[in-house]
């Protein structure tokens, strides 16, 4: 079942996403209930789903957590059959973690969480491409340098969440890591791009 992590991976990040914490300042809630006439954060939830759903959904992403968990290989990453896919398929999983609460370093799952941000970071290389393995000169379908801009992107996306959920210690590690993947995601966007249309985007590594 280990080939499809990838994909449970980004359903369990989906799934997760709807388990957003209701609960807000009473500042904003007063704002919020102004602007949109809402009644209260309870009201809004049962309007999505009933008490009875929510339920089934935070237990149904609690197992599909719990089997992510399992499937941690000794590097840190979560697996995957192909290491072209990595970073990014470890990204997403941790996303989906932090979806449902969990953060590194605390709670049931804190150590894993830490150990996989860890190899997020290791995959970073000199020029701060979030990739785990070196991009080949020339495009090739299903290697690093067609994969690289996934892996970098979601990736990237990952640590900026991690970034506004940890302390200042791990800030300075991670804010450096950002800032170079920051420059690498620049140049790839300014490269001189094979077609007008796509001037100003991002597309692959040389296949720009």
């Given at each position: 079942m280990r080939e499809y992590l990838s994909v449970c991976g980004v359903a369990s990040l989906a799934i997760a996403s709807l388990t957003f914490d209701c609960s807000m300042s009473?500042?904003?809630?007063?704002?919020?209930?102004?602007?949109?006439?809402?009644?209260?954060?309870?009201?809004?939830?049962?309007?999505?789903?009933?008490?009875?759903?929510?339920?089934?959904?935070?237990e149904a992403v609690d197992q599909g957590l719990a089997w992510i968990a399992r499937q941690q290989d000794r590097d840190g990453s979560f697996h995957s059959n192909r290491r072209s896919g990595q970073p990014g398929i470890t990204a997403l999983c941790l996303m989906a973690f932090?979806?449902?609460?969990?953060?590194?370093?605390?709670?049931?799952y804190g150590q894993q969480l830490e150990r996989a941000v860890d190899y997020v970071l290791s995959c970073q290389r000199e020029d701060g491409l979030?990739?785990?393995?070196?991009?080949?000169?020339?495009?090739?379908?299903?290697?690093?340098?067609?994969?690289?801009?996934?892996?970098?992107?979601?990736?990237?996306?990952?640590?900026?969440?991690?970034?506004?959920?940890?302390?200042?210690?791990?800030?300075?590690?991670?804010?450096?890591?950002?800032?170079?993947?920051?420059?690498?995601?620049?140049?790839?966007?300014?490269?001189?791009?094979?077609?007008?249309i796509d001037e100003g985007g991002v597309r692959y590594l040389h296949h720009n």
């Open positions: 009473d500042t904003k809630a007063e704002s919020i209930e102004s602007d949109l006439s809402l009644s209260s954060d309870a009201q809004l939830r049962t309007d999505i789903l009933n008490e009875v759903q929510w339920l089934k959904v935070d932090l979806s449902r609460g969990h953060q590194p370093g605390a709670g049931a979030l990739c785990h393995d070196p991009p080949a000169p020339v495009w090739q379908m299903r290697r690093a340098s067609h994969t690289s801009s996934y892996n970098h992107a979601i990736a990237g996306v990952m640590l900026g969440e991690i970034y506004g959920m940890t302390g200042d210690g791990e800030n300075r590690r991670l804010a450096s890591s950002i800032e170079k993947a920051l420059v690498w995601s620049r140049k790839l966007q300014t490269n001189k791009k094979i077609r007008e």
